[in-house]
């Protein structure tokens, strides 16, 4: 029997966890009056922001393309990571889960033989930590419409377990925290930017201006005047469709024109800092997004082994260490890592240790060899004898 996926503590009978938190509660796996919900923050930043939909994208997809390898090398859990079906892969999922949601949830699947055949990632929204009165989880609820179904958090026999992958989160015991609520504020800073310049080019690219009514004898306009000039303005002038249109106004009345000052306009500096704050948040630098005026990295290649040192080398070596551990019911000693030798993005840091290590002259053979992570590849010299 495995034990639970939580951080692996040994389970204490005498000693009550703390519950969950209100607020991961409502705000990932239920309804308790949270003002947003995980899918209202998914539809702002992944459905209508085009900066998070891109960082998630790259780092997602950048998790599912790094290259891994097995010990023992081979290993048939390899064919089971997905990569050539269409649409997104086992590794692309659970990465984009944990960026959203902050918690992936992996199902895995039995063949006949009795050993793994599949794995499924689940829709993380839809899954809740079933804990026991001390605290400690025993089991997971899937809901899909009607359907209720529960898995142990231990594989039992032949029942395997669900292997639960999350963040960290210093509030709750059980859920992970996504990046998409440290980016909410941020997102919808970006949108609704994005909003008021739909609404300027809607309007001709320029605020509205003011009608002044000024018949030089003090009279202001009745009720069913100004009824009828309103609906007349916005059939015939208001719309991107009517832009630059003359207007034709009658006696006492006179067109006056409005603009925006640069400090009006500021807009653009604010949409720009959500952009990079979007992209902090979910760990890209923002010149891999296309974003203007950003001179962090001399070039992009600087930025590409940022990218993966500090995002997506963690993200994968998280995956692949739990989904390692979590198979090792069925195959024990198995050992998924990312060959870092494959990455194009890493050869300059390879090459500089290549040359460090063949330079140290008070060092065998061996131990050069074993610097360089080649201790399993022992030279055949059948063909050099």
Known sequence: MRLPTFGRKARAPATARPGLSLFTQAAWNGNLGAPRGYDALVRDAYLKNPVAQRAVRIVAEGAAGAPVRSNPPGHPVLG???????????????????????????????????????????????????????????????????????????????????????????????????????????????????????????????????????????????????????????AGFSGAGNAGRPMLLDGGMKWQPLSLTPAEMDFARTRDTASREIALAFGVPPMLLGLSGDNAFANYREANVALWRLTLLPLTTRIYGALAAHLADWWPGLALTVDRDAIPALSADRERLWSQVAGAAFLTDAEKRHLLGLDSMVPDLGDQL
Request: hydrophobic share 40%.
């Open 80 to 234: 089971l990571l997905g990569g050539a079906e269409p649409g997104p892969s086992l590794i692309e999922s659970v990465a984009a889960n944990l960026l959203l949601h902050g918690n992936a949830y992996i199902e895995v699947g039995l063949g006949a033989t009795g050993l793994p055949a599949a794995l499924y990632s689940l829709r993380p929204e839809r899954v809740t930590v079933e804990a026991d009165t001390q605290g400690w989880p025993v089991g997971y609820l899937y809901r899909a419409g009607a359907t209720l179904q529960r898995f142990p958090a231990v594989t039992v026999g032949e029942r395997p377990g669900l292997l639960h992958i999350r963040s960290f989160h210093p509030l709750d015991d059980h859920y992970g925290l996504g990046c998409v609520a440290a980016a909410s504020a941020a997102v919808e800073t970006h949108n609704a930017a994005s909003a008021w310049n739909q609404a300027l080019l809607d309007n001709a690219a320029r605020p509205s201006g003011a009608l002044v009514y000024d018949p030089g004898d003090g009279s202001a306009l009745g009720p069913e005047q100004f009824e009828r000039l309103k609906g007349e303005l916005a």
